[in-house]
T-cell receptor
Framework: EAQVTQNPRYLITVTGKKLTVTCSQN?????MSWYRQDPGLGLRQIYY???????DKGDVPEGYKVSRKEKRNFPLILESPSPNQTSLYFC???????????FGSGTRLTVV | GENVEQHPSTLSVQEGDSAVIKCTYS??????FPWYKQELGKRPQLIID?????GEKKDQRIAVTLNKTAKHFSLHITETQPEDSAVYFC???????????????FGSGTRLSIRP
């Protein structure tokens, strides 16, 4: 079954404590992306990766890092989380041709 | 860059009635317009899409229309049912082929509620 798997689903952490949200896909897609979803703001792109070792900033990259060492994995790293990064995060992959994202199940992050 | 505006932000309709959600976009280079449905607590899922060389597309009770001149596109749901209750997102994308990044901009979402 084609899947985009995110972990963890829920995370509560304290300000400044580094964390990583993992994303893994089994669809052999080159393009992967991270979004955050906030009420009234829709889905905003944090970072994206066109292929292995190639990443670029999206619209709201501040405070985040990513890495793409292998095709299937695209972790999101918060080096020093702050309360304004409390949000619902989605990883997504895009099939070749660009027709429609497949989203992961989401990670609800709370930073206190 | 591209900007996508979506209206209304909330919509309540009687079961069986129709619902219409509208989006406008700013970049004339956008050529692909997907719609996503997000049920409560779940991930967004693609429900229908339209390319810029088509004016209308229909899939059972769901249809999307596109007016390239006016730069707006709409989602139409007929004979609404309780399971249509969800948040709907429109998006605009410039498909450039796989040699370049596809930039997808989402609207801010519409929360649709179906009243029994």
């Amino acid at each position: 079954e084609a899947q985009v798997t995110q972990n963890p689903r829920y995370l509560i952490t304290v300000t400044g404590k580094k964390l990583t949200v993992t994303c893994s896909q089994n669809m052999n897609h080159e393009y992967m992306s991270w979004y955050r979803q906030d009420p009234g703001l829709g889905l905003r792109q944090i970072y994206y990766s066109m292929n292995v070792e190639v990443t670029d900033k999206g619209d709201v990259p501040e405070g985040y890092k990513v890495s793409r060492k292998e095709k299937r994995n695209f972790p999101l790293i918060l080096e020093s989380p702050s309360p304004n990064q409390t949000s619902l995060y989605f990883c997504a992959t895009l099939a070749q041709g660009g027709y429609g994202y497949t989203f992961g199940s989401g990670t609800r992050l709370t930073v206190v | 860059g591209e900007n996508v505006e979506q209206h209304p932000s909330t919509l309540s309709v009687q079961e069986g009635d129709s619902a219409v959600i509208k989006c406008t976009y700013s970049d004339s280079a956008s050529n692909y317009f997907p719609w996503y449905k997000q049920e409560l607590g779940k991930r967004p899922q693609l429900i229908i899409d339209i390319r810029s060389n088509v004016g209308e597309k229909k899939d059972q009770r769901i249809a999307v229309t596109l007016n390239k001149t006016a730069k707006h596109f709409s989602l139409h749901i007929t004979e609404t049912q309780p399971e249509d209750s969800a948040v709907y997102f429109c998006a605009a994308e410039e498909l450039r082929g796989y040699s370049s990044a596809s930039k997808i901009i989402f609207g801010s979402g519409t929360r649709l509620s179906i009243r029994p």
